[in-house]
RNA sequence: GGGGACGUAGUUCAGUUGGUCAGAAUGCUGCCCUGUCACGGCAGAGGUCGCGGGUUCGAGCCCCGUCGUCCCCGCCA
């Protein structure tokens, strides 16, 4: 028996055709002698009549029927009478009018419905994923998911990219997150480890002669979850020779531009640029949302004489930054967001400035409009409304005699830009501003450029990469010698690619020279030794002839995430891992066997 | 490793101050129904209140511990 037609592909135009449709029964409505079937596929869902008049057999098997057989309805299509149009379904001018029923396969009566509107809980869901998987929304996620992937492969195929597989079983490699490992048989006590992502592999292929490489890659990092982190997840993956950064950039913007095109989304490309320091004083974050307004430094307002009268901090920063739309607040309300504000500040190294208040005072007056002012600026900047008074202002000082903590400017940029985050977050219903709008303003896209390249390891007291070993430092830090004499200024050539607040990937021009990798081992402190140690087959590669190389990497997953609107990667990944990291549905990890221990040479030492 | 929310029927949830508090809806089973599409009507079954301990005359409710799910911080070159 083959099927003729999908469950969701039968129009008016087809009215009198002979179909066998094979699917899901979603909801069976018995009306006595009259049992409408609703027959769902990936495609559907089509409604199947069975008269008992007309085909007394397959209405007794219709009888029968519950939700989540399997069926096969053979009959005729045919067109409902006017009053009986289904106006909600794209099948609902037509109906099959069965002459014949197979029930293919029962099912036991299943925890949830597949066709219910309300979701049961996430624990009942991914153990029961098939079932999950089976409701509209899910396929749904999968389709676009799928079609995202294809559209990048094609894309960056036109572009000379070709596809290559990495190891999943390679050499662990001492830097960055934890590793999943798995032991060896052959070699009693030697593991491998699973890729935190193909990047030595991927500029071996640079060395290779490739020349050009992508990869829809799957990457393992044995660290805690979250709601965009799974121990497992999906980076699009992709290397060149002889790049500008600018080189990688157009061919991101090329294959989002195309990948977002598969939901019907028009993105702007190119996309603005952003130097780290930029977005650390405007956003105090590495990732700045673009959807709200930027930070505005107010340090140059607070003359040392107004510090001394407000009883502020010399010299540190004062930031300020506004929620739009929020509204007016009751006495009440104010000041519980004040002590919230007060609370989430913690260590009382800031302080929020009552900026009412200090409109009501002659001595402040000035300083009060002079705020507001250069927050309604940055405000016309981001929509070009300018400032209300319905917007709420938020102005953080640094508190005298603070902790040593708030001596550094940078945590002060971070601590008030999380604020900033934090209330948006909370009046997200006021402004809105995280709603989409169905246009090109949904989608804030930003390249952030110019990150540090190292950063100081407050526990072991020593500089450490910022981003990873072979990324390239900018010439002119290189040529002034700051790699000595101020590693702090050390610019690298990484970038990361930001959509709405949210990283989507992460790259960089990398190290071709042997000599300025050596400079840059030596500027850790590691010697020739160590790094031979733990990277020596990829120095040995790359003193045979290595061309200037870069590439970037982004997650597929987030990527979904943000097409298909769902708030956590799970909703896109088909067999997700709890926050734990369990599979609910295969329940694993598991126990082994005594023999494939034995076999492995592993003794657990916990049971 | 730390903080928070949740856990009651298959499912989604309600359950007040510790004293008819074992409930609703939906699903399920049976019967009835020829135009439904979240069909409708009647009847019925369904519970270790996550688990363990404690307080109390009495615990779904209070306390301690534990397990699980989710969110956040740390962590994620």
Known sequence: MTRTHTCGELRASDAGKSVVLLGWVNRRRDHGSLIFLDLRDRYGITQVVMDNELSPVAHAKAEHARPEYVVAAIGKVRLRGKDVINPKMATGEIEVVANELRILNDAKVPPFSPAEEAIANEEVRLKYRYLDLRRPEMQRNLEIRHKVALAVREYLSAQGFFEIETPFMTRSTPEGARDYLVPSRVHPGEFYALPQSPQIFKQILMISGMDRYFQIARCFRDEDLRADRQPEFTQIDLEMTFPQQETVFAVVEGFLKAAFEVTGEQIRAPFPRMTYDEAIRRYGIDKPDLRLPAMVDLTSDFTPELRTALKIEQELPVLGFTVPRVGELSGTARKALTSDIRASLGDSALDVLDIARLRTNDTFAGLADKISEKLSDELKVFDERGLASRDLNVVITPKPGVAAQAKDR??????????????????????????????????????????????????????????????????????????????????????????????????????????????????????????????????????????????????????????????????????????????????APSQVSEQQLRELHIRPTKA
């Open 410 to 587: 940078l945590w002060i940029y971070k601590k008030v830009g999380q604020l900033r985050l934090d209330l948006a977050k909370r009046f997200q219903d006021k402004h809105s501003a995280f709603e989409k709008k169905g246009n090109a303003d949904d989608y804030k896209f930003l390249w952030v450029t110019d990150f540090p390249f190292f950063e100081w390891d407050g526990q072991t007291h020593t500089w450490t990469f910022a981003h990873h070993p072979f990324t390239s430092p900018h010439e002119d830090d290189l040529i002034a010698g700051r790699m000595e004499s101020d590693p702090e200024a050390v610019r690298a050539l990484a970038y990361d690619i930001v959509l709405n607040g949210m990283e989507l990937g992460s790259g960089s021009i990398r190290i071709h020279r042997q000599d300025v990798q050596g400079q840059i081992f030596r500027a850790l402190g590691m010697s020739d030794e160590e790094a031979r140690l733990r990277f020596g087959f990829f120095l040995d590669a790359l003193q045979y002839g290595t061309p200037p190389h870069g590439g970037i990497a982004l997650g597929l997953d987030r990527i979904i995430m943000i097409l298909t609107g769902a708030t956590s990667l799970r909703e896109v990944i088909a067999f997700p891992k709890t926050a734990k990291a369990i599979d609910l549905m295969a329940d």
